[in-house]
């Protein structure tokens, strides 16, 4: 995650001019960035970027969800892919909890379901949704037992309901304890700890009226009528469980039903005006094709979603993703300038990680040109990366580094950067890089017949790569070692 740089005097930006990767100009002040979406990782190739996420979106939910147009679109998808999965929950928008009738019983199995369609529908940040997650998942475990307890149970359920009312009363900017009041109300029933997902109480279920999340206080009385503004449109339940229903199905190894429900939800979204999800979409749409070697369709879709982002996450991700395809295909001139672009995005938003990992991609480009200006990017990389805790970017410029150092004739200074790069992956706790640096330094010392040396790094390194299931560097470093005793 990018770092926060208000204690810093001079912020990076990129001034392209073919050779020099950076300048400084004064840092302009930035108001902070919360979490948003569901952490989503750029799927291309290569190291994968860690993100600055944009601030969450608050959606202006109505009383009353319909959701049968999304049911008639999910089953006319599962009838096209001849798919049958479990059917996604819908997700009931949360702020006031309401209850009527005679009926106290209650199954935990929708206590525990209302729960995670209350995150999701106020719009919690990645991050918070994985520590509320960890309570619920506590329960769950709870609840799989033949005797639960039950004191535990409820003791989870409060912990998560206190952090969803802090995210509350922050977007609100006033104290809320909705959540907390509801799992109170929730305590006085006759809770069946018994689970069964069959069992719904809809007295219980859980509502709340619109117009609650997308204001920060409370208008005065007698305000002035504000100059008129362009609409902009909430975004929709059933687009938002299209768009949550197609992310699935590509997760699930599914590309053809994943790419038709992808289309009818941009459909879905074009017919909103929601530029902002057609972005997404496309850009989901282009790591489908990329995954399996689609490259002219992922180039089209990446240019697609460039078209109506209005993020900067989505231009680093879309740019990056398309960088890397012209990368892999050796495709220079195109490839850098994407590199290039995703720094210059990067930059606006402080994201630290995502200009390193560019500027290294781009140094090593140059480094296989031969061009000493590679040592550059490296140098304002790792500038970089220094400001942040991410062991793994760190590891994987000290490694570019050092491979460039090697060609240009410079073994003590690439063996340090070697050095370096096994540090920090050991940091990362990723053996595999690890026993991959450790060779490629013995290859050095090989290089320069310091044998002795090559045969100690050997060693070393094959005892981290008996750590992987990668048996080609193992038989690779095993033979060398061999060869060399």
């Known amino acids: 995650m990018g770092l926060n740089l208000n204690s810093v005097n001079q912020r990076p930006y990129i001034v ?6 950076v300048q400084s100009k004064q840092e302009e002040e930035k108001s902070a960035r919360q979490a948003e979406d569901e952490q989503q990782n750029s799927r291309s190739k290569g190291l994968a970027l860690v993100e600055d996420k944009p601030k969450p979106f608050v959606p202006n939910y109505a009383a009353q969800v319909q959701q049968q147009s999304w049911q008639a679109t999910r089953n006319q998808i599962q009838a096209q892919s001849k798919l049958h999965p479990t059917q996604p ?3 009931p928008a949360a702020d006031t909890f309401e209850h009527h009738g005679t009926s106290a019983n209650i199954n935990i199995a929708q206590i525990l379901k209302d729960f995670r369609n209350t995150a999701l529908a106020i719009g919690t940040p ?34 998560a309901s206190t952090l969803l009312d802090g ?5 609100l900017n006033k104290d809320s304890k909705v959540v907390e009041n509801w799992v109170d109300a929730i305590f006085l029933q006759q809770i069946d700890f018994k689970y069964n997902e069959n069992d719904i109480n809809p007295q219980f279920l859980v509502k709340f009226p619109e117009k ?18 362009p609409t902009v449109p909430a975004i929709d339940e059933e687009l938002k469980n299209m768009f949550k229903y197609s992310k699935q ?39 489908i094709y990329n995954d399996y070697n689609y490259l002219p369709q992922a180039l089209t879709s990446y240019h697609k979603s460039l078209e109506s982002a209005t993020e900067n996450t989505v231009k680093i991700k879309a740019h990056y993703s398309m960088a890397q395809i012209y990368d892999n295909v050796n495709q220079i001139s195109p490839a850098l300038d994407h590199y290039y672009t995703t720094a210059a995005y990067a930059g606006e938003e402080d994201n630290l990680i995502a200009q390193s990992v560019s500027l290294t991609k781009m140094g090593n480009i140059y480094s296989d040109m031969y061009e000493q200006d590679s040592l550059e990017y490296y140098s304002t990389a790792k500038e970089l990366a220094e400001q942040t805790d991410n062991s793994k970017v760190k590891g994987f410029i000290a490694s570019s580094t050092a491979d460039s ?10 063996l340090k950067e070697y050095s370096q790069a096994v540090q920090h992956y050991s940091n990362a706790d990723s053996p595999q890089k690890v026993a991959q640096n450790y060779n490629a330094a013995a290859d050095l010392m090989i290089q320069y017949h310091n044998l002795n040396k090559a045969k100690s790094l050997l060693a070393k390194g094959l005892a981290y790569a008996n750590r ?14 061999e060869i060399l005793s």
């Open 249 to 287: 199905l590509a997760r699930e190894n599914n590309p053809k039903a994943a790419l038709l429900s992808f289309q009818k939800a941009l459909a879905r979204a074009d017919e909103l005006g929601e530029d902002s999800v057609k972005s997404k979409i496309y850009l989901e749409v282009g790591d």
């Open 468 to 481: 992987t299931n990668d048996l080609d560097l193992i038989a690779e470093m095993s033979g060398k070692l």
């Open 126 to 159: 990645a991050e918070l949704q994985e520590e509320v997650d960890g309570y619920l998942n506590l329960i769950q475990s709870q609840v799989s037992k033949e005797n639960p307890n039950t004191k535990l149970i409820k003791s989870n359920l409060k912990n």
């Open 212 to 229: 609650t999340l997308n204001k920060t206080a409370e208008e005065p009385k007698n305000a002035p009528e504000p100059a008129p503004q």
């Open 89 to 91: 929950n819908s997700a």
């Open 16 to 21: 392209k001019d073919g050779k020099k990767p």
């Open 167 to 171: 995210y509350i009363s922050e977007t």
């Open 405 to 414: 150092l090697s060609k240009f004739g410079e073994p003590q200074e690439a």
